[in-house]
């Protein structure tokens, strides 16, 4: 399915859409387009192109998230869906310090991981296991919060992604849909 960015009236990411609800937003002047997909949308009566990024003509607060949510898609997607002990690909999510031996559930103790390397860990510590991380894991920050939250993202979108303090947490994008809906 196509999807558009949408920008705050502050050109901060607010949140990701269908194409065709940025459309209509544009349409409604509700917001502003920023970029286009190439293509044009046609009705009886008008022919607009579609936009990629919209910007919207009012402002909606968002409530402030310092972190990403951790979630199994947000850390394959900050992992690149890649094991990160050996950089096959990744089914499972492992902990650096297993649960048992009271491993938190946080950001900087999971991995992507593939089958083989995480039934090799079993509940064992790293350095048990002779194992090596290729990357020291942490919470997706700035321009990541896109990635992790969206899981792809079009190259029209880089520009509007890298404004500083742009940390959101997954459900920012989902609050934000709600807000527009409202
Ligand atoms: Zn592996």
Redesign the pocket.
Known sequence: MSRALVLNATYEPLCVVPTRRALLLVLQAKAEPLAATGRVFHSARVSVPEPSVVRLSYFVRVPHQAHVALSRRAIFARDGHR??????Q?ENIDHIVPRSKGGPHAWDNVVA??????A?KRDHMLEETGMKLRHQPSAPRGRQWALAALGAVLPDWEPYLGLPATVVQLNMAEEGAAALSA
């Open positions: 094991c990160q002990y050996c950089g096959a990744a991981a593939c089958r083989r390397c995480n090799r």
